[in-house]
């Protein structure tokens, strides 16, 4: 399976808000397939399909950190049915956005709806990190990055770097 490159900050592609996938056709399923492989292959828990700059709102997410059985989850449209009021607080890093690690408090369980890799409606009851990483998956597929929950000061510090320094190409989770 070919591996994509990864999209870093600031390439304006990331802002993008993606589509719903209307109908899994083997376009899609060969796209999940990349994204997997893209994703392991960085050492990543989690990747959305924007991150390889295709708007399309799929994510492949697995956090079992066990590189011998490989446990991916296959959301397609992915939507936040609830969450709860109790809070978590991870330190998030973002593919797109390397060596960089920003705290960020999420509600610690949520009930995702999506639609699965045969194509079914389904729900699930994501907690610790799975529901950080669903979330920080979610806000990719809206156009939303990590770095939107610091101050305007250091954002604005950090995307100046970024666009000073491109060719960086270390590897963090997320
Ligand atoms: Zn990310």
């Given at each position: 399976m070919p591996l994509k490159p990864i999209v870093t900050i600031p390439d304006p592609v990331l802002r993008k808000i993606s589509e719903p996938v209307e109908k899994l056709t083997n376009e899609e399923l060969k796209l999940i397939k990349d994204l997997e492989d893209?994703?392991?292959?960085a050492n990543g828990i989690g990747l959305a399909a924007i991150q390889v700059g295709i708007p399309k709102r799929i994510v492949v997410i697995d956090v079992s950190k066990?590189?011998?059985?490989?446990?991916?989850?296959?959301?397609?449209n992915p939507v936040i049915k609830s969450f709860s009021k109790e809070t978590s607080i991870y330190e998030e890093g973002c593919l797109s956005i390397p060596e960089t690690f920003i705290e960020i408090e999420r509600p610690k369980n949520v009930l995702v709806e999506y639609i699965d890799i045969d194509g079914l409606k389904k729900e699930m009851k994501c907690?610790?990190?799975l529901s950080t990483c669903i979330?920080?998956?979610?806000?990719?597929c809206d156009g939303k990055l990590i770095i939107d929950y610091l101050s305007k000061l250091k954002k604005d510090f950090l995307i100046k770097k970024f666009s000073k320094n491109k060719s960086s190409n270390s590897k963090v989770i997320v």
């Open positions: 893209t994703m392991y292959e066990d590189a011998k059985f490989k446990k991916p989850n296959y959301f397609i907690e610790g990190l979330q920080h998956e979610i806000e990719h």
